[in-house]
């Protein structure tokens, strides 16, 4: 869950100045498992399955890229779960997903894993196996877990900087984070493919984005310091920013919920992910998130912080599997 800085992790900002972004990891998971399939070929059980004799023939790209970075030939099965929906929804499940499909085959084929490593390679997986347009803040993110301030620098390397919140403004924080659902997924990849055109020609966009920049370390300073007063303002102009940066980012819709929701109390508020569809997230006083849902009319979420990243919860150590 992105707060500021969101689009300054693009190659098309970096690259050019350091990007920054605030964000946590939350408890909700996909959950991914493996085991050693008897006749030799590959099954794969998502939101749909697959059964190939050829890792080619994979459909699904995170998965075939994925295999062909690890070395992965076949005689596996693969199934994955998740408490959100897979793709659109501006939580970084594509991401988490490339993480966790990760973590698990380096797992199941005894190979050294950690953080580092898994944000690294899920992010050459998305970005160059599979040619999304995407950051590289979820992977991090998936691959960590925690409330960090992650700096994207020109030379590609990333700096993943835990916050150091006081304990009770943390509590404070996560008692004031309201999420709702819009009932609809989009996809990300032609929003963003605007978003680094327009960064790349418009003087303005960048502009918008150093300004961000600046609000992400701007919030972390806050947090630190556990002052959450300019928490929603923080958020505000973020959103304000950010959606002039690409004409698809936001919709009338959008808007009309987000007006909604200030109207009804709350300090601030975004929309999660690339833009167009997927989660809303508001910041407000406990006592007026009733009147808030009421209000917009969306199903709320209930999330908290998560400190770990992926994580392998259950080990299978007597098998010595090879693929």
């Not at 929906?85 to 993480?99: C, H």
Request: hydrophobic share 35%.
């Amino acid at each position: 869950m992105s707060f500021v800085g969101g689009g300054t992790d693009l190659p098309a900002f970096y690259r050019e100045e350091q990007g920054v972004v605030v964000s946590t990891a939350i408890s909700k998971y996909i959950y991914v498992s493996a085991n050693p399939k008897f006749d030799g070929g590959i099954r794969l059980a998502y939101s749909k399955t697959e059964e190939v004799d050829h890792l080619q023939k994979i459909q699904h790209r995170l998965f075939r890229a994925t295999f062909e970075v690890l070395g992965v030939g076949g005689g596996i099965e693969v199934t994955t779960t998740a408490d959100i929906p897979s793709k659109g929804t501006g939580l970084g499940s594509s991401s988490s997903f490339t993480v966790g499909v990760l973590n698990v085959m380096a797992a199941y084929l005894k190979r050294p894993s950690c953080p580092q490593w898994l944000a690294e390679t899920a992010c050459q997986i998305e970005i160059e196996h599979c040619g999304e347009p995407i950051g590289k803040q979820d992977q991090y993110a998936a691959a960590f877990g925690g409330l960090n301030v992650f700096r994207f620098n020109p030379d590609g390397t990333v700096e993943v900087c835990p916050i150091n919140i006081p304990e009770n403004a943390e509590r404070n924080l996560q008692e004031r984070i309201l999420i709702l659902y819009t009932g609809s997924n989009r996809s990300a990849s032609a929003i963003l493919k605007d978003q680094a055109d327009r960064t790349t020609n418009q003087r303005s966009v960048r502009l918008n984005l150093r300004r961000m920049a600046k609000l992400a370390e701007d919030l972390r300073e806050g947090l630190e310091r556990g002052d959450l007063s300019s928490f929603g303002g923080i958020l505000e102009e973020n959103w304000s920013l950010k959606k002039q940066l690409s004409g698809g980012i936001s919709t009338s819709a959008i808007d009309e919920w987000h007006d909604a929701a200030i109207a009804a109390g709350a300090e601030g508020g975004k929309l999660l992910g690339a833009g167009a569809g997927g989660f809303l997230m508001f910041y407000a006083d406990p006592e007026r998130h009733e009147a808030i849902v009421k209000a917009v009319g969306l199903r709320r979420i209930d999330v908290s912080f998560d400190k770990t990243g992926s994580q392998i919860i259950f080990p299978n150590p007597i098998q010595n599997h090879s693929a």
